[in-house]
């Protein structure tokens, strides 16, 4: 039987998230940057440098798979309004390079997501 070794590794996501109670269960998407400028650029080459950090760390403990907890936000769809799908498009490129950091480890990726789409359209 093949075993499963997985971590949680949103943790990163928090940078900046200062608030006395957190929910480690999903990622603070209210500070996540929602366009690409050079604040956002900052704000994920951080993200990454972190992630590194916990994909080593965590690819030398034996663990081999990573969760990434509540991304909805990555669940594109044709009937969502123009500028939403731009969001995530944006999203979806900077994740994929956080991706690329777990699989050029060895660890694989799961993602868990509840899609409930509301939006005005």
Not at 78 to 97: H, N, T
Request: hydrophobic share 45%.
């Amino acid at each position: 039987m093949q075993r499963l070794h997985l971590i949680d590794a949103i943790g990163p996501f928090f940078r900046g998230h200062d608030v006395r109670t957190i929910n480690w269960s999903k990622i603070p998407w209210q500070n996540v940057p929602k366009t690409c400028d050079e604040a956002a650029e900052e704000w994920w080459a951080k993200v990454r440098a972190d992630l590194t950090r916990f994909a080593d760390q965590a690819a030398a403990w034996g663990f081999d798979a990573v969760s990434l907890d509540d991304v909805t936000h990555l669940a594109d769809h044709p009937w969502l309004e123009p500028e939403l799908r731009q969001r995530i498009a944006f999203y979806r490129e900077e994740f994929a390079r956080c991706f690329a950091i777990f699989t050029e480890r060895g660890l694989a990726v799961h993602l868990t997501m509840d899609v409930m789409t509301y939006t005005p359209a």
